[in-house]
């Protein structure tokens, strides 16, 4: 970064960096990604091994994420044109990690009809807060590059979502196995035996077409115990992206330049 500074025809103008709201936004963007691009996978990966649906009926259940997202993102949008972006971006964040919370306490019924208003709420906190923050991040370019700053804005994107994509898997792979030992081990395996049978068993079932009939009960059960824990730690997620959009973005409406002093149209809702 400092060499940047001192170069003539920076490859990336880092004193975009110097905006708040840029700054603040990209922060939260990053947060954000670690659960957004992870939750279809996992969500997919639940239905088909603990509900036992299909490939196809897994990605009917992601459409009700979707469905909260698509029309909240309309709201977070006016939102954004109205009253500026931290409203919408703060109260998406929080609505997504309450939805998350209350669908981890739902996803161990192994019933999607005991989740659906669950799912649609992450969703909708989701779709609030994407496109108002990723709009306002990429109007900070000003007189700096538009395509620099949506490089740059794309990259925290996809770079989070891989790192949440591995550290979830992490997780989830871990809490699968320990839950499918502890089940093995409550069968009358011997501890080492049930921690290499959990081992196998996991990777089987990982790959899993769904099919309720071929799954059996206990390792349905154990599945769902470990996309809790992953749908706990998304919740965490978007409160900490809550949290960081709460204080660190200004109310109002906000034109903010790189080589300007910031000025702030005070919020009169």
């Known amino acids: 970064m400092a060499v940047e500074l ?32 992870p939750v279809f996978f996992f969500a997919s990966e639940y239905a088909q091994i603990a509900l036992g649906k299909s490939a196809s009926e897994a990605g009917l259940y992601l459409l009700y994420f979707f469905l909260g997202f698509v029309v909240a993102s309309q709201i977070g949008g006016r939102m954004l044109d109205t009253r500026g972006a931290k409203r919408p971006v703060s109260l998406g964040c929080a609505l997504s990690a309450l939805g998350f919370l209350l669908w981890a306490g739902k996803v ?34 000003s007189r700096l590059s538009y395509g620099e700053a949506t490089g740059i804005t794309q990259t925290v994107r996809n770079y989070a979502a891989s790192l949440g994509l591995a550290v979830l898997g992490t997780v989830s792979v871990t809490e699968f196995r320990r839950h499918l030992t502890h089940s093995l081990t409550a069968r009358g395996l011997p501890p080492d035996q049930a921690a290499d049978q959990a081992r196998t068993i996991a990777q089987a079932h990982t790959t899993a077409q769904g099919g309720s009939g071929t799954i059996p009960a206990f390792v349905r059960m154990d599945f769902a115990e ?42 009169r809702s």
Do not use: K
């Open 108 to 141: 161990t019924d192994l019933d999607f009809s005991h989740q659906m208003w669950q799912v649609i709420l992450a969703g909708a906190g989701m779709g609030m807060m994407l496109s108002p923050a990723s709009t306002d991040a990429v109007n900070r370019a």
């Open 6 to 37: 001192r170069t003539a025809e920076p490859l990336m103008q880092v004193r975009i960096f110097r905006v708040r709201a840029f700054l603040v936004e990209n922060a939260v963007l990053g947060i954000a990604m670690l659960t957004f691009i």
């Open 226 to 267: 470990s996309t809790r824990t992953v749908l706990y730690c998304m919740a965490g997620v978007m409160a900490v992206a809550a949290v960081v959009a709460h204080f660190g973005l200004r109310p109002g409406l906000q034109e903010e330049h790189p080589d300007d002093p910031p000025q702030v149209t005070p919020d």
